[in-house]
Nanobody, 124 residues
């Protein structure tokens, strides 16, 4: 069974940092493009960042450019989302998703597999 598992969420003050991780359970992420999305209650899930299967290209939402960095460790079959200079408006449940394609996409429909999410709360 293909499953994605996110970890690393938590409570952080504005200006702080967190690193989220996404790993595959029962399969390897190596041949998938990976995306990160986030959602707050009552709003649509929105794109955050994506990375190509080989890490060769990345894509970011304008709201996180310059603050978030997506990367992957192929040896560990794990994808990371480093989040710096966090803002209150970054508070959300963060989901990773895997796409059977070479390059990441900002479109939710491009992804076939989703994790259960990890909560990120930015508050003083």
């Amino acid at each position: 069974q293909v499953q994605l598992v996110e970890s690393g969420g938590g409570l952080v003050q504005p200006g702080g940092s967190l690193r989220l991780s996404c790993a595959g359970s029962g399969f390897t992420l190596d041949h998938y493009a990976i995306g990160w999305f986030r959602q707050v209650p009552g709003k649509e899930r929105e794109f955050v960042a994506a990375i190509a299967w080989n890490g060769g290209s990345t894509l970011y939402a304008d709201s996180v450019k310059g603050r978030f960095t997506i990367s992957r460790d192929r040896a560990k079959s794990t994808v990371f989302l480093q989040m710096d200079n966090l803002k209150v408006e970054d508070t959300a449940t963060y989901y990773c998703a895997a796409a059977r394609s070479s390059y990441g996409s900002s479109s939710i429909g491009a992804y076939q597999y989703w994790g259960q999410g990890t909560q990120v709360t930015v508050s003083s």
